[in-house]
């Protein structure tokens, strides 16, 4: 049974950093795309950042610079590394990776980050 799970959410104030962390089982992380996605309250769901089997990433325009997306194989886990956050980062964050090979997605069941001004 594959099963994802977040952590490092909380407050923080505008200008701050968090770490989030996405802890996988069932499943070795290494092989797959991960991405992180964010809901904000009245929005729909958002991919901030992907990181493929190979290494390399791709970010979302609004956090460019700002986020880092790394995986520690040995811990099977994906992080997210977020400074200089921004109110309108505000959003419960979700990790996902491909259900294969049938289709869909894994979800973890989400961090609230939010960033007060």
């Known amino acids: 049974q594959v099963e994802l799970v977040e952590s490092g959410g909380g407050l923080v104030q505008a200008g701050g950093s968090l770490r989030l962390s996405c802890a996988a089982s069932?499943?070795?992380?290494?092989?797959?795309?991960v991405g992180w996605y964010r809901q904000a309250p009245g929005k729909q769901r958002e991919l901030v950042a992907t990181?493929?089997?190979?290494?390399?990433?791709n970010y979302a325009d609004p956090v460019k610079g700002r986020f880092t997306i790394s995986r520690d194989n040995a811990k099977n886990t994906v992080n997210l590394q977020m400074i200089s956050l921004k109110p309108e980062d505000t959003a419960v964050y979700y990790c996902?990776?491909?259900?294969?090979?049938?289709?869909?997605?894994?979800w973890g069941q989400g961090t609230q980050v939010t960033v007060s001004s």
């Open positions: 996902s990776a491909p259900r294969l090979p049938n289709g869909g997605r894994y």
């Open positions: 069932g499943i070795i992380f290494g092989s797959y795309t």
């Open positions: 990181i493929f089997p190979a290494g390399s990433t």
